[in-house]
């Protein structure tokens, strides 16, 4: 019982382990996205790193949709998964046809953002800088406000402002693990 309740939930209460080597990513540093992907030019990307098979990637998807209602005038938006993630399952779940979504073979997208867990938000601005890397919230459920991090940082972009400085809860990833096991 011990097990399941650790499998389940504690252990997303915890930071996601860093992986050996990882290299992080500063706001403001230019993105590299793989030229396999045909992403817009000139035009702000915001990038949601999901994971249909991850249990905080399944809290979260009511409010990634209302970021998307609320952004998708002034940013362009994509779904990026894992490689061995279900893209049908995951496009079912995503349940938008105006998002595409991006399976991420070679973990190509996850490393080139700085994300080594899922859900992630990523913005990057017109110019390929990185805008934002990091949580949706301080808290699984995207309940605190103040603290809706990816909102915050994509109305500071649209708003033509400098990248919100956020405390560690927005940058110190928690969630699922990339890349899994599975």
């Known amino acids: 019982m011990g097990f399941l309740f650790w499998h389940q939930e504690m252990k997303y209460v915890l930071p996601t382990p860093v992986p050996v080597g990882y290299?992080?990513?500063?706001?403001?540093?230019?993105?590299?996205?793989?030229s396999s992907f045909q992403?817009?030019?000139n035009?702000?990307?915001?990038?949601?790193?999901?994971?249909?098979?991850?249990p905080c990637s399944r809290f979260n998807l009511k409010h990634f949709q209302s970021l998307k209602k609320q952004f998708e005038n002034n940013v362009k938006i994509y779904?990026?998964?894992?490689?061995?993630?279900?893209y049908e399952y995951a496009k079912d779940m995503i349940d938008d046809e105006s998002i595409m979504v991006i399976q991420d073979r070679d973990?190509?997208?996850?490393?080139?953002?700085?994300?080594?867990?899922?859900?992630?938000?990523?913005?990057?601005?017109?110019?390929?800088?990185?805008?934002y890397r990091g949580n949706y919230n301080?808290?699984?459920?995207?309940?605190?406000?103040?603290?809706?991090?990816?909102?915050?940082?994509?109305?500071?972009l649209v708003g033509g402002e400098q990248p919100p400085v956020f405390d560690m809860f927005a940058t110190q990833s928690y969630g699922c693990e990339l890349p899994n096991d599975q």
């Open 79 to 86: 779904a990026v998964i894992p490689a061995y993630a279900d």
């Open 23 to 34: 290299a992080a990513k500063l706001p403001a540093q230019v993105i590299t996205l793989p």
């Open 138 to 156: 301080k808290t699984r459920y995207c309940t605190l406000k103040e603290s809706n991090y990816a909102e915050i940082a994509l109305t500071a």
């Open 107 to 131: 973990d190509l997208m996850a490393n080139a953002c700085g994300v080594y867990a899922t859900p992630q938000a990523v913005v990057i601005d017109a110019q390929q800088k990185l805008f």
């Open 43 to 54: 035009q702000a990307l915001y990038l949601h790193f999901f994971n249909p098979d991850c």
């Open 39 to 41: 992403f817009p030019k």
